[in-house]
């Protein structure tokens, strides 16, 4: 299974997660749906189908708790029939994310899922870095480069 | 937000579709997806009505390559464009990183496109972000219409684009200006990040 992080803090939580909550897939994302870390996807692109999906089922609840008066709901959980899926918000340094859990239901359970997301998230929010993204200079040709991209995928 | 990562060098860029109802939004992805090969694109994923309104968001992802070492990708997002349906319109602009304004091109819709530029102005403000700051680019759709029946693009600039934002004719059904149009936001939401990022 793959594991990877665009944010490297995030790695070694969900590494551990992963295995001990022994979940097909995690994904952690920003609320707007851009994918922080993941594990078990094979293709990048699937992976932001699947956070899409996710942040819009949070956004959409959240919007109802508000229209209900009371705090966002802590999680979402359905069951099909081979799998389980888990979904949760909290928040960081970084602001609000979301990870995104699918499990088998013949090797975990929610209740596991449960038990270890909240462990998840107390690593992810010690490990979360408290200052700001450090900028660096993006290369001067990037506009050119970028519309010779932009021609080659539309083959043109 | 984008996300770009230094680290990994890789940047994700969230690219919203707004418009009225019908102007075109879904069949410019519809045409991106058919147009992209395979290896750079996603699944599409419509939530859509029985009857194909989109009821929640269109979503593809396409995968640009490497522009200067950076592994690009986009995220392109359709809202509903119904009236009745504002409350998910404004989740879906939560985190955007460059809207296209889909305009209907047919002169009787013109109150409709300036209903819906004043909704996006509203949204967004409603997610703290002044419209003026957002990276922008009108799309005027359906301009493959009778010319009796239709604004011209000098016409819907002067009525719609306050901005002088880049402003692209269309005919979405056939490709025509879909990809300039995509192009267009593109470079201005790269541009934008780029310049950001040596602040």
């Given at each position: 299974m793959t594991t990877r992080a665009v944010e490297a803090w995030t790695l070694q939580p969900l590494v551990?997660?992963?295995?001990?909550a022994e979940a097909r897939l995690v994904l952690v994302m920003t609320s707007a749906g851009q994918v922080m870390a993941?594990?078990?996807?094979s293709r990048a692109v699937e992976v932001m189908a699947a956070?899409?999906?996710?942040?819009?089922i949070i956004?959409?609840?959240a919007e109802m708790a508000k229209e209900l008066k009371?705090?966002?709901?802590?999680?979402?959980?359905h069951q099909g029939e081979r799998h389980g899926i888990f979904l949760a918000g909290f928040g960081t340094a970084r602001g609000m994310l979301v990870a995104l859990v699918v499990y088998d239901l013949d090797v975990s359970s929610v209740g596991l899922v449960q038990l270890f997301f909240e462990q998840l998230v107390a690593e992810l929010q010690a490990a979360c870095p408290t200052e700001g993204v450090p900028k660096q200079v993006l290369a001067a040709d990037f506009e050119r480069e970028l519309s010779d991209s932009l021609n080659t995928l539309f083959g043109r | 937000m984008s996300l770009v990562n230094f680290t990994t060098r890789e940047i994700t860029c969230k690219i919203v579709y707004y418009g009225p109802g019908r102007s075109g939004k879904t069949t410019n992805l519809h045409y991106v997806y058919g147009r992209v090969p395979d290896a750079r694109r996603g699944r599409m994923v419509s939530l859509a009505t029985q009857t194909d309104r989109t009821l929640f968001f269109d979503f593809l992802p396409i995968d640009l390559g490497q522009i200067s070492g950076f592994a690009t990708r986009f995220q392109l997002y359709t809202v509903p464009g119904q009236v009745y349906y504002n409350?998910?319109?404004?989740?879906?602009?939560?985190?955007?990183?460059?809207?296209?304004?889909?305009?209907?091109?047919q002169a009787r819709?013109?109150?409709e496109n300036l209903e819906s530029l004043q909704n996006l102005q509203?949204?967004?403000?409603?997610?703290?972000?002044?419209?003026?700051t957002m990276p922008l680019a009108m799309q005027y759709n359906k301009q493959d219409l009778p010319r009796e029946l239709i604004l011209s693009p000098a016409d819907l600039d002067d009525a719609l684009n306050f901005r002088s934002v880049p402003s692209f004719a269309a005919d979405a059904l056939h490709g025509v200006g879909v990809f300039e149009t995509l192009k267009g936001i593109s470079e201005l939401v790269l541009k934008r990040l780029a310049a950001g990022s040596t602040a």
């Open positions: 551990k997660f992963a295995k001990e993941q594990h078990g996807f956070a899409a999906l996710g942040a819009a956004a959409s609840t009371q705090p966002p709901f802590a999680a979402l959980t | 409350a998910t319109r404004r989740l879906v602009l939560q985190g955007a990183d460059g809207v296209v304004f889909v305009a209907d091109s819709q013109l109150d509203s949204n967004l403000l409603e997610h703290g972000v002044d419209v003026r």
